[in-house]
């Protein structure tokens, strides 16, 4: 068994990063993505933790990248409005992987949450080095924002 | 991004510069800590840039990632090796031959000074005793350079050990930067994790840009105008080759410096042929149409986007401040605080904005 002192403390866990890659696999966005690279992405991820009721961003400010909820719940909100309650396995925020667009709403956790970055400069440089999988990766994205968009569109239609 | 209370009572630029400050004084703080390692620290930080997309072509075709970084750094040795047995002789012997011309450069420079001078004192009716001046000079300056040489010399080994450290410093960041990067940036507080990120890449794609850019740049100059140099018959060609490559690393000033040393060196050849100084000058004009029109393009270009007022008020004040090392590091620092202080600035105006709602 290694030593404390001696193993490599930036290293993940490995039960963790496991579940970080089926949650992952499981979302339209790695859809026909082998799992070595949902994995080599996963290594990349950041996992934060929030208390409840923390803001996790809000509207107008800068995106990184997309967030998965890997535990607790996330409230998307504009000004009071509920938006969408997200559980364990959603995820949110993927526009920025497309564009360094500006947050469109509010995000607070609503209990203890803990969430996992998926950076855009991650991805970025993983479609360098990968670029067919990458353009895979892309139209995913691109269909699940057509399908937000169409979304909104219906919505606001009803209005 | 919420801040303490220190920064919230004025509109968001005042906010936004009170912020900058502080991060600028503990910059500052660190270099003056570091500043015993400052160069190796830079130099290692320099190969980190070149050398990593090596490392991660390596890594990504199954390479184990120690081994990629050492196969890339025994490269590098091998290569730094030959290109050094092969042009150090040749720089040595060139050094020297330009040591035995100082005194005919300076006695030609003087002459040439003492005679535009006494033209000059005519016309405008006041009496210039340039002379004494430029003997003054020069025998400041030949002092000077002794002690530079003394200096050199004592500190020779202390340069040896900061140079040993360079591989040693570039191994662990091939290998470690980016987990301990990852270690450091968790140590943001939850509302600055994105922003902090959000910098972070813009600058260290700006810096890898340009670091690559300007070494590319640097070597094509240096062969541009080595060759050229070759070809007009003037002396020392690959060390002055080699200088023009170095300054042209600092904008504007560096091309001025270069024909100046050129001129310099043309004009103390035996026999003296008029026809070297402009052919010289035209080398180096050639060379920075090159540049301009082939190598920035292509390389460089959007790699830092300052206005040349910002370029050269920042050369003199970094020049100024850190010597030499600012001259060169001076770009780079000031596109890597343009980007920070616009993303400071942007994310403060827009929280100031949400909370006015």
Not at chain 2, 22 to 46: D, E, K, N, R
Not at chain 2, 247 to 257: D, H, Q, T
Request: with cysteine.
């Amino acid at each position: 068994m290694s030593h404390i002192f001696w193993s490599n403390i930036f290293n993940r866990p490995t039960s963790e990063l496991q579940s970080i890659v089926e949650l992952w696999q499981d979302t339209p966005l790695f859809e026909n993505i082998p799992t070595r690279h949902v994995q080599f992405l996963s290594k990349k991820m950041h996992v934060r933790s929030f208390m409840a009721g923390e803001r996790i961003f809000q509207l107008g400010s800068q995106g990184a990248g997309a967030l998965m909820v890997l535990e607790g719940s996330v409230q998307i909100r504009a000004d009071t409005t509920e938006l969408a309650l997200l559980k364990l396995g959603d995820f949110f925020g993927e526009i920025a992987l497309a564009e360094p667009e500006k947050r469109t709403a509010d995000a607070y956790s609503v209990t203890n949450t803990r969430l996992v970055y998926f950076l855009k400069q991650d991805l970025e440089e993983w479609i360098e080095y990968e670029p067919r999988l990458g353009s895979r990766f892309l139209m995913n994205l691109s269909a699940i924002l057509a399908r937000r968009l169409s979304l909104a569109n219906k919505e606001m239609v009803t209005l | 991004m919420s801040l303490p209370i220190f920064f919230k009572t004025q509109n968001a630029y005042t906010q936004t510069i009170k912020l900058f400050a502080c991060m600028i004084a503990i910059v500052l703080a660190g270099f003056y800590l570091l500043s015993a390692v400052i160069i190796p620290i830079v130099i290692s930080l320099t190969l980190y840039a070149i050398f990593e997309p090596a490392t991660l072509y390596l890594v990504r075709h199954n390479v184990n990632h120690s081994l990629s970084i050492i196969i890339v750094l025994v490269f590098l040795v091998f290569f730094s090796f030959i290109a050094i047995g092969f042009a150090l002789p040749q720089l040595i012997e060139q050094i020297g031959l330009l040591q035995a011309k100082l005194p005919a450069i300076f006695s030609k420079l003087e002459g040439f000074l003492t005679h535009y001078s006494a033209e000059f004192s005519d016309q405008i009716g006041v009496d210039l005793d340039v002379s004494d001046m430029i003997v003054s000079t020069v025998s400041q300056s030949t002092l000077l350079g002794q002690s530079f040489l003394l200096n050199f010399s004592n500190k020779l080994l202390g340069v040896t050990i900061v140079f040993l450290l360079v591989p040693f410093l570039t191994y662990y960041l091939l290998k470690d930067f980016r987990s301990l990067r990852n270690h450091m940036m968790n140590w943001l507080p939850n509302t600055s994790f994105e922003l902090g990120w959000l910098i972070y890449h813009r600058v260290s794609k700006q810096l890898q840009a340009y670091t690559r850019g300007v070494m590319i740049q640097s070597i094509i100059m240096s062969l541009v105008c080595m060759t050229g140099f070759s070809l007009i018959g003037l002396d020392i060609p690959i060390l002055l080759g080699v200088i023009t490559g170095i300054l042209n690393l600092v904008p504007y000033i560096g091309p001025v410096i270069s024909i100046l040393l050129s001129l310099l060196v043309s004009s103390a050849m035996t026999p003296f042929d008029p026809s070297l100084l402009y052919l010289g000058v035209l080398v180096i004009v050639i060379a920075q149409i090159i540049d301009n029109v082939i190598v920035i393009p292509a390389v460089i270009a959007n790699a830092v986007n300052l206005h040349p007022v910002q370029v050269i008020l920042g050369i003199i004040i970094f020049g100024n401040l850190f010597g030499t090392l600012g001259v060169i590091l001076a770009i780079p620092a000031i596109a890597t605080a343009k980007i920070i202080f616009n993303n400071l600035y942007a994310d403060i105006l827009n929280e100031n904005q949400k909370q006015s709602l």
